[in-house]
């Protein structure tokens, strides 16, 4: 036997606890790569083998650590030989060590989305652990003593939960605390002892939530102490019983923060994504390339659909505030009323309908990234004179508040508009204006880039061909005629528009001329179509029309349905005829 097989039951205890912390499946195999515990559930019996060549394989061998986020994938487990049925998300493998040597491999593994975001954000946190880790089986296997093997285990648990970036708050069934970590003890500014009960910390309502879930499940965020936090409620079970409840108290403003790096990795744009070789092109992008840099702000001009905030978050990535938030606001398509505390933010009870816990305004958000004003031009008057002051002294104040928030994000504003006109009959601030326009960038219409129609429409073929799944080569000739004599009216979101169509439909190898007529509406002909068939057409091109002047949206639609007097169904039935 083992010397991991050897304490088993002891393994088994600690893995359930780390399960509980955690709410990842953990595992544990002995130099044999036979399984010794394990918390996963119908995926393995244990004393079953870990795969040949699989990354506990590897770990086995090499002693190091291995943290795959894509298993199936890695290199590492090109080899295994359950790699075609491996089923886990992510992988994280720790040798465990016992007098010099490697006895085994514990696993920490990912089968939901919610497991694999809880590794990733602990990474760090696990990968620091091996230390203790070996510690603690050093100690079970060093202790024979029933007595100072509980005291070692409750010590080390407590090790594992205070190495945790949340806050592990541990109750029995009455939920009086029996542990609280460093993190949430830090946090709060204060030690929860035994002598506390668990709805003395929680707020009443967050109490008879977790309370109504049988103690199992999230509810959040919750305010502890003037801060937020998720909660999840997870039973420790002893013997098919509960004997308890793990807590994991997790920071709402670190999660939000998490997101918003996604969101950042996710709408990454660089200059390489503006395509186009046209002299008129090419001097915008060399504007923006030598303004990324500084902090000037910058004011995008052109037409609906030429790609200003593409350009806004090209600037941004190639920025000195590449690593902060960048946020998009459209001016011209917020209610009046809410426009202030969009920008600023409000304070709990500043309104009917506001949150009771208030909320940061996009300033505050991105207080040290790119706020983009989009269609600066529909700003309401009265909140010019407002964000020129904030501008100004870089501070705001919340609706509602009465505390200046320090702010400094960059801002890059855009306009179909002529703002120098408007200011100059007294539509828009001028003082705002010179603010905004430190750096003005045209950027042309579609129509005015010659030969980048067909470099987009090629471009646009591409991406969508991927997406759905399509073996198209390209346009044929005649498709890039029809392209090269189209106005544009919508400029390049016309054209990427007209392009997915055209891919969703076209069924030969080239997209021809007859889909991308469809789509425009005209050139269709008439000869040979019955009157049914003419009436169709006629009814679809003043349905593209009214849509085209009351705008794309939902509401939009229902508008120019009731205008032509037939149902929203009917609109979108002949739409799609």
Sequence with gaps: MSLLMSIRTELSHIVEALKAVTNVDILIVDENL??????????????????????????MITGEQYFLENPKDDPVCLNCTSRNTCRELIEFCIPVRFSGRIIGVLGMCAYDELAKQNLLMNKESYMNFESQLSHII???????????????????????INSINEGIVIVNNKKDIITTNNY?????????????????????TAYRKLSSQNFSGETGPVKIKGMEFMISANPIIIKDTQEGTVLVLSDFDKMKESVLEQNRMKDLITFDEIVGESEAIRQARREAVQVAERDASVLIIGETGTGKEV?????????RRKSEVFMAVNCGAIPENLIESELFGYESGSFTGASSSGRAGR??????????LDEIGDLPF???????????????????????????????????????????????????YYRLNVVPIYLPALRERGYDVIILARYFLSRFAKVYGKDLQGFTAEAEKVLMKHSFPGNIRELRNLVEYAVIFEEDSLVGAQNLKRKMGKGIETEDLSLAELTRVYEKTVIESKIKNLGNSVDSKKEAARQLGISIATLYRKLES
């Design 34 to 59: 036979d399984r010794v515990v394990s918390t996963v559930e119908k995926n393995f019996e244990t004393g079953a083998r870990a795969p040949m060549y699989s990354a506990f394989h590897n770990c």
């Design 363 to 372: 300033f505050e958000i991105c207080r040290d990234g790119t706020l983009f």
């Design 382 to 432: 009265m909140m010019q004179v407002k964000l020129n002051r904030a501008l100004e002294e870089k501070e705001i104040v919340r609706v509602g508040g009465h505390t200046p928030i320090k702010v400094n994000p960059r801002i890059i504003s855009a306009t179909h508009k002529n703002l120098g006109d408007l200011a100059q009959k007294g539509l828009f601030r001028d003082d705002l």
């Design 184 to 204: 949430i003890n830090e946090k709060l500014k204060s030690t929860a002892g035994s002598s506390m009960n668990l709805r003395e910390l929680l707020p009443e």
């Design 138 to 160: 050093s100690t079970i296997l060093s202790e024979k003593n029933i007595t100072r093997k509980l005291e070692y285990r409750s010590s080390e648990l407590l090790t594992i």
């Design 311 to 319: 350009f806004a978050r090209a600037i941004h990535s190639a920025s």
